[in-house]
């Protein structure tokens, strides 16, 4: 499989205008394709990118044709700086102006352990994916947003960092560190670009059950379970995340920009 995967015309049932082009990154499977769906139901258009090219992007492909929404991937590894300026280029000349960006791509430590022990390339790959590709991506779409006028549209960058951005897991410190760093870099956009209508907002999720939480999975459910680690007493889902971003980008919280969601059924409530 490779450039382009698109909904064909006969798949597409338009329903009237799209209210934009909402651009995700890490679109393919979990909390990316959940944002996708989500996003499309409320009339968005989708262009969804990822470093991966597999079954799950037809998938993510087929579900997003019953929306009546147009939608294609772009293959993207966003740590690869020197791409971006192309591939926004093409989404904008092919669907048109980007009016969302949800950073949703990020990557978990490849093992869990004393951080003292991390070395430099497992630090740098964290970073390069989690913080720089995130970083630069936002900036090359935000200069082309700024260049584009758009009066009355609801524009808007969300970006998803994690509970840990706050809450320290020594296990697995440069994934909190890249997360972290980032969650400065939402309230700096946020300033740079409110005067002009462009809202930019935090989205910290909980434990979410996916892949990437697998290997915690049976570690974490009794504390879930039992209301120690979260007050719903439920693991997270995808759509939990999903709905929270479709409410930001459109338009759902107006006066709200550089501020952080946690998402996390209460998890992230200070305890004594």
Same mark, same amino acid.
């Given at each position: 499989?490779?450039?382009?995967?698109?909904?064909?015309?006969?798949?597409?049932?338009?329903?009237?205008?799209?209210?934009?082009?909402?651009?995700?990154?890490?679109?393919?499977?979990?909390?990316?394709?959940? *944002?996708?769906?989500?996003?499309?139901?409320?009339?968005?258009?989708?262009?969804?990118?990822?470093?991966?090219?597999?079954?799950?992007?037809?998938?993510?492909?087929?579900?997003?044709?019953?929306?009546?929404?147009?939608?294609?991937?772009?293959?993207?590894?966003?740590?690869?700086?020197?791409?971006?300026?192309?591939?926004?280029?093409?989404?904008?000349?092919?669907?048109?102006?980007?009016?969302?960006?949800?950073?949703?791509?990020? *990557?978990?430590?490849?093992?869990?352990?004393?951080?003292?022990?991390?070395?430099?390339?497992?630090?740098?790959?964290?970073?390069?994916?989690?913080?720089?590709?995130?970083?630069?991506?936002?900036?090359?779409?935000?200069?082309?947003?700024?260049?584009?006028?758009?009066?009355?549209?609801?524009?808007?960058?969300?970006?998803?960092?994690?509970?840990?951005?706050?809450?320290?897991?020594?296990?697995?410190?440069?994934?909190?560190?890249?997360?972290?760093?980032?969650?400065?870099? &939402?309230?700096?956009?946020? &300033?740079?670009?409110?005067?002009?209508?462009?809202?930019?907002?935090?989205?910290?999720?909980?434990? *979410?059950?996916?892949?990437?939480?697998?290997?915690?999975?049976?570690?974490?459910?009794?504390?879930?379970?039992?209301?120690?680690?979260?007050?719903?007493?439920?693991?997270?889902?995808?759509?939990?995340?999903?709905?929270? *971003?479709?409410?930001?980008?459109?338009?759902?919280?107006?006066?709200?920009?550089?501020?952080?969601?946690?998402?996390?059924?209460?998890?992230?409530?200070?305890?004594?």
């Amino acid at each position: 499989m490779h450039g382009t995967v698109e909904t064909s015309p006969k798949e597409r049932k338009p329903d009237g205008p799209a209210l934009g082009v909402a651009l995700v990154t890490g679109g393919r499977r979990g909390i990316g394709r959940a *944002i996708c769906l989500e996003l499309a139901g409320r009339g968005f258009d989708i262009a969804f990118v990822d470093w991966v090219e597999d079954e799950n992007v037809g998938e993510t492909i087929a579900l997003l044709a019953g929306t009546g929404r147009r939608a294609a991937f772009f293959p993207l590894d966003i740590s690869s700086i020197d791409r971006h300026d192309a591939v926004v280029a093409r989404i904008w000349e092919e669907f048109g102006p980007i009016t969302c960006l949800v950073n949703n791509a990020g *990557i978990q430590v490849s093992v869990r352990g004393d951080m003292l022990e991390v070395d430099e390339a497992e630090f740098d790959r964290l970073v390069s994916v989690n913080l720089r590709g995130t970083f630069f991506l936002t900036q090359a779409v935000a200069r082309r947003m700024l260049a584009a006028a758009a009066p009355g549209v609801e524009r808007s960058i969300i970006t998803i960092t994690s509970a840990n951005a706050h809450l320290v897991s020594p296990e697995k410190a440069a994934y909190c560190i890249s997360k972290a760093g980032l969650s400065m870099a &939402v309230q700096a956009f946020a &300033v740079r670009l409110a005067e002009s209508g462009i809202r930019v907002h935090e989205i910290r999720p909980g434990l *979410i059950e996916t892949d990437m939480t697998a290997e915690v999975y049976d570690r974490y459910s009794p504390g879930i379970l039992n209301g120690e680690l979260c007050a719903l007493r439920r693991w997270g889902e995808p759509s939990d995340i999903a709905c929270a *971003i479709a409410t930001l980008a459109t338009g759902g919280m107006p006066y709200s920009t550089g501020d952080i969601y946690n998402i996390g059924g209460g998890m992230q409530i200070p305890r004594l």
